[in-house]
């Protein structure tokens, strides 16, 4: 069961950018993530290069100071907001629920849900 400071520990390192670290100390080695209703992506080395993928194609990613977390048990949900800027300068927030599961100190399994409206990407001024 992960506990108040486990799951603290993880959003400090999100919130810091630290993605692929994130990934690595937090989950187990056969965790799976799933977006909304896409098939689950089976892991961590496979989670890893998706979010490499995912920080390249982007200008910068920053993470919003987590307001909302839970524990209940062997489950963690986070509230994640994200800001978003490609390399075009196109930017749009992302602002998601993270339903994990964990088997000890790791994550087994999580499911990301939110609106996929939100990926409209405006111009950045400036």
Excluded: C
Excluded at 42 to 49: A, F, M, N, Q, V
Excluded at 58 to 67: F, G
Excluded at 94 to 116: K, T
């Amino acid at each position: 069961m992960p506990t108040r400071e486990r799951v603290q520990a993880l959003i400090d390192l999100v919130e810091r950018g630290r993605y692929v670290e994130a990934i690595e100390a937090f989950y187990h080695e056969d965790a799976s993530m799933q977006e909304n209703l896409d098939q689950p992506r089976p892991g961590r080395d496979t989670l890893i290069k998706g979010e490499q993928r995912v920080i390249e194609a982007h200008r910068s990613i920053r993470t919003r100071p987590v307001r909302t977390f839970m524990i209940e048990g062997d489950r963690a949900m986070i509230n994640w907001v994200f800001d978003f800027v490609d390399h075009e300068g196109r930017a749009f927030a992302l602002d998601e629920l993270a339903f994990q599961l964990w088997r000890g100190e790791r994550i087994i399994e999580e499911r990301f849900y939110y609106d996929p409206a939100q990926r409209t990407r405006r111009a950045v001024q400036g």
